[in-house]
């Protein structure tokens, strides 16, 4: 199983021509929409996302992987084998927190081109088929790195952040039960926000925070937006108190 | 063949979940989106589109269910097996139309609960696994429940109402064919809706009823929003004259 | 392969039905949706962006192809090979791009219509199954028709137009590389626009033109919005000096 998580949104014909490249190359191969509104051009946030997502993914699955505001620049192209499951993506902090919290890993530069190389779509052009050859058993021409220069490797990211914003206006955040243990209110500014378990449990426009099926904190106003209400966005912080 | 019903819409990463872990159980498996759009927190219209939807779901395949505003509440899980189909979902009304209009029907309560339950997606948590180990041959503990105790089995919905709204703003309502014999005329408040064959026989920004691809009445607007002409939502009623 | 083209969105029970018609009669078949956002009303800009992709889709694919604001009236029901790849939709100029630009070419009207045909869903009731007969070698009822008959055939569509707006309102145009020589600014009204290769070469808010992936000039604004800028919409045209 091959699955996408991209912040290419589900119009146009981009996530379309990724997965007929895929089909070209891997015919029969199941391929997955994890989701394609990962963080827009925020590759660190995205990612700490993405390693929460980990959970549900089959051990032996494949990922391409690309939230990639420098595209067509020079950072590297990554093919990454962490503990049994295969990412492709840049290099630009978008898997370093999988490979962070990976047991087994082994990570890889993409030296190959392809003939055909537009400097904005390395989705379709690098990272697709990279993965397609790795998975048929014809891997394309790469070399070993170290994991520890992956950028991003040396400064973990702050899980006190928004990390994603739903279509609910709901607010994720990167921190999970051991984080807030002994904690019971979060700060956004000078408001404080309490717990409760289920949107049922508060009044209709309260704030709140609680667990989600994630496991991880996340700020929401019942029957209303969040994020309208903090005008938070992706990347602000909260305090924990 | 699976196909999803929910109303999570298409952005985040639910529904990507719900098909990894499907992937996970039933490997190679093909997962057809149905739609992620019926209407949100309403079980019993969106039941009622489900039921119209069937025509074109193969006998034998598998539907995983989801408009559930109760989810981490008391409602009963339900699998159930309907004219040679097979459904997951809460019981909430949302399969209670299904229900109703087959010839052959069996009905179980999902006693089975996973280590990990969340309080917030029981489609990943419970109703797709529960519903690939049923396909996988590997039932998961259950009962057998009489149909006539699922929630609004003894109180049909009433099919002149507003049950969906699409993208364009035209306006599905329940009724079909059969129900609309010697009616000519539509009444919302003290607006009178004439029928049209199709779009094209009437004036840009004109308002007129047609029987849509479903075989159902549809208000629509030529060019226009029949939603916003008229202020409707979901669950508003229309008078018959 | 089957690929999807259309312009219903991705809300809505549309695509759902079409896939459960396809995975009805050819189990197993695998679906990719090529795109949802087609421009919407509009074959002729349509069938210039479905040329360009077709580069990305496998020889011996199968492609439902379906921007129809004639569904319901006269426009004849296609079915047609281009270069090994097979195409069903209807003849109202989305098709005839790729009919123009192809090397082997037959082309065949669709003559079988099925019991249930609504007036407003040909992408249901006759394109897919036509097609998924056509692919399990049991050809409906049809007849073979002169390319030159197909509508546009004699009417190439201008190139110097928008022909799709992504979501971040980008501009592409139908001109490719070979109609760019000694060009080197776009004209929009009494705009001039000068050429980049990156978004990362001009300054925020700046207005410029590139060619995108699919080796098309396309108008961008860098983290802006260049048709609301230019207040341009899919049909309009714009100048080569």
């Known amino acids: 199983m091959i699955l996408l998580f991209t912040d290419f949104g589900v119009e146009g014909p981009y996530v379309g021509q990724i997965?007929?490249?895929?089909?070209?190359?891997?015919?029969?191969?199941?391929?997955?929409?994890?989701?394609?509104d990962a963080p827009r051009f925020r590759p660190i946030e995205a990612g700490q996302l993405l390693a929460h997502l980990l959970e549900d993914v089959p051990v032996g699955s494949s990922l391409v992987c690309v939230v990639d505001p420098g595209v067509g620049g020079a950072r590297r192209?990554?093919?990454?084998?962490?503990?049994?499951?295969?990412?492709?993506?840049?290099?630009?902090?978008?898997?370093?927190?999988?490979?962070?919290?990976a047991r087994s890993l082994r990570c890889h530069e993409i030296?190959?081109?392809?003939?055909r190389l537009s400097?904005?779509?390395?989705?379709?052009?690098?990272?697709?088929?990279?993965?397609?050859?790795?998975?048929?058993?014809k891997p394309i021409k790469q070399r070993q790195i170290a994991s520890d220069s992956l950028v991003g490797w040396d400064d973990p990211a702050d899980p006190a952040r928004i990390i994603y914003i739903?279509?609910?206006?709901?607010l994720m955040t990167g921190l999970d039960d051991a984080m807030m243990e002994g904690v019971r209110v979060l700060k956004v500014g000078r408001r404080?926000?309490?717990?409760a378990r289920t949107f049922d449990e508060v009044q209709e426009g309260a704030i709140f925070w609680y667990f989600n099926s994630l496991g991880l904190v996340e700020i929401a106003v019942n029957?209303?937006?969040?994020?309208?209400?903090?005008?938070?966005?992706?990347?602000?912080g909260v305090t924990l108190s």
């Open 19 to 36: 997965k007929a490249v895929l089909a070209k190359r891997l015919p029969g191969q199941p391929v997955v929409d994890l989701m394609h």
């Open 77 to 101: 192209p990554l093919l990454m084998e962490a503990d049994g499951r295969f990412f492709s993506g840049p290099d630009n902090g978008l898997l370093v927190e999988v490979a962070r919290a």
């Open 111 to 115: 030296l190959w081109r392809p003939k």
């Open 119 to 137: 400097s904005s779509f390395h989705g379709r052009d690098i990272f697709a088929p990279a993965l397609a050859s790795q998975i048929a058993g």
């Open 166 to 170: 739903d279509g609910f206006g709901n």
């Open 192 to 195: 404080k926000i309490s717990r």
């Open 223 to 236: 029957q209303g937006s969040a994020a309208e209400l903090l005008g938070m966005q992706v990347g602000s």
